[in-house]
């Protein structure tokens, strides 16, 4: 059944029989979330980053209407250079089958496609969330529901401040998903560290957080979690220059009257042409940290499965 629409890459499929550390990873990001070419460049060096930690990557997309678990470089080329990629979220799955399309994999597809693969981990850059002012506009990333139902631990830097952080905290507590801060207290803010909001728990290293994973899971207790990894200090944004941008980006696209799926990858790059590239640079580090500690996890998961 699952054949008839997915492709494994041959690694892949021989990490999963063996029952070795694997990393998802998702391609909105490339197709949506960053330019050329910084968006090949950074696809393939979290890739690297993986392999060198001893885990595997499988990045994820459809291509021409086919489900692919694990890219090759010409795929990962195409994502990053075509303008005809259609941003895929769980909605979007079966039509950007039936038509053949090409399709960039947010979170939420993402997370569906890794799971019916049997890969456990996910690392990305930041999540979607409750947008701002969606008492009124009702937008609210379907990444949260996927995150209430499907059996993946995201590895992220927390909710970009383009969205309504206690808002988004809410709505993943009413829906009994972890949020857990990677050797943080604090709930990271996407390019700050600090964002004014507590994680519901803090965790030390990767073996302690596998271990809650392991129990929650065992416990048919189903569901994602949030792994949020503050970006490393060196590449931190003022936060009060990037608040300052980010409500820049959020009134123009409220002028402009964006709205849906345009939403997201608008005011990432409006918050780039502010900062100049400044908010680039940052979230290409933060995705290499994530990669990091999500092939750590991976691994620490594969030995509990393993015995
Ligand atoms: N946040 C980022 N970069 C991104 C995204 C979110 O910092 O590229 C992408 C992810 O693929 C995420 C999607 O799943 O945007 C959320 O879009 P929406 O809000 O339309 O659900
Ligand atoms: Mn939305």
Not at 159 to 170: F, H, R, W
């Given at each position: ?51 060198n930690e001893g885990a595997v990557p499988a990045t994820i997309a ?246």
């Amino acid at each position: 059944m699952l054949k008839k629409y997915i492709d494994i890459k041959p690694e892949v499929l021989e990490a999963l029989h063996k029952g070795e550390a694997i990393v998802a990873l998702e391609s909105t990001i490339i197709s949506h979330g960053m330019p050329y070419p910084e968006n090949v460049t950074t696809a393939q060096k979290v890739e690297e980053i993986i392999r060198n930690e001893g885990a595997v990557p499988a990045t994820i997309a459809i291509i021409d209407g086919r489900i692919k678990v694990g890219l090759d470089e010409k795929q990962l080329e195409h994502l990053a250079t075509s303008k005809n990629i259609v941003k895929t979220s769980r909605r979007d799955i079966p039509f950007v089958i039936s038509r053949k399309l090409d399709g960039g994999t947010t979170v939420a597809a993402t997370m569906i496609i890794a799971a019916l693969a049997g890969i456990k981990v996910f690392a990305t850059g930041g999540i979607g969330g409750v947008h701002r002012n969606a008492q009124e506009t009702f937008d609210i990333s379907a990444d949260l529901q996927e995150l209430a139902t499907t059996n993946v631990a995201v590895v992220c830097a927390g909710p970009k401040s383009i969205l309504d952080l206690g808002l988004t905290l809410e709505y993943l507590e009413t829906n009994g998903v972890p949020v857990v801060g990677f050797k943080t207290d604090e709930l990271p803010a996407f390019y700050s560290r600090k964002s004014g909001f507590k994680v519901d728990y803090r965790v030390d290293t990767a073996e302690e957080l596998a271990e809650a994973i392991n129990i929650k899971w065992g416990l048919g207790l189903n569901g994602g979690l949030v792994i949020a990894n503050p970006i490393p200090e060196e590449y931190e944004i003022d936060h009060e220059f990037i608040s300052k941008a980010i409500n820049d980006a959020v009134e123009e696209a409220e002028s402009q009257g964006v709205k849906g799926k345009e939403m997201t990858p608008f005011l990432l790059s409006k918050v780039k042409e502010i900062t100049k590239g400044d908010s680039l640079t940052a979230n290409i580090h933060l995705v290499y940290n994530n990669a990091k500690v999500a092939s750590q996890l991976a691994i620490e998961l594969a030995k509990l499965y393993r015995d």
